[in-house]
């Protein structure tokens, strides 16, 4: 299952891309996030391997391990989300437009076992309505809205 959410930021591809790979702010855009663990390499570089820790709202705690699988300054930034029963590919690409950035997330999401699959048909049009959420919060956050 593969799904795109773009967006435009008035703000720097810089500031955009700093943005992006600081933990510390996640709280305050994507949805359930609780916290950051790291395992191996340092936060959020080339192969770097740590657990994203979220919280529903049931109180349950649940972790999926992210990998750095590409980074360049200012222009992207590539992970690899892992939990038992998915495998999520995501490519950030920040596309400097002068005065304002097009933030482009490219996501394919792999279920294990494939027989799972079936359900992304009927996941596909709610998972991407809910990374729009959380990206429309991280440019409203950026924008100072």
């Known amino acids: 299952m593969k799904f795109e959410v773009r967006i435009k930021i ?32 340092g936060k959020r570089k080339m192969n770097s391997e740590a657990f994203r820790i979220y919280k529903e709202p049931d109180d349950s705690i649940f972790k999926i391990k992210e990998i750095v699988t590409e980074l360049k300054k200012d222009k992207l930034f590539a992970y690899q989300l892992v939990q038992d ?3 999520s590919y ?3 690409r920040i596309i400097d437009k002068g005065e304002q950035v ?3 997330e490219e ?11 079936i359900f992304g048909i009927f ?3 709610s998972m991407k309505k809910k990374r729009t959420e959380d990206l429309l919060k991280f440019k409203e956050l950026l924008e100072g809205k």
């Open 90 to 92: 995501i490519r950030c």
């Open 10 to 41: 008035n703000k720097s591809a810089e500031g955009v891309y700093k943005a992006m790979l600081n933990t510390q702010l996640m709280t305050k855009w994507e949805s359930n996030f609780n916290s950051f663990q790291m395992v191996k390499g």
């Open 123 to 125: 996941m596909k049009n």
């Open 102 to 104: 097009l933030l482009v």
């Open 85 to 87: 029963n998915f495998m």
């Open 107 to 117: 996501t394919e999401v792999k279920f294990r076992p494939a027989i799972l699959g």
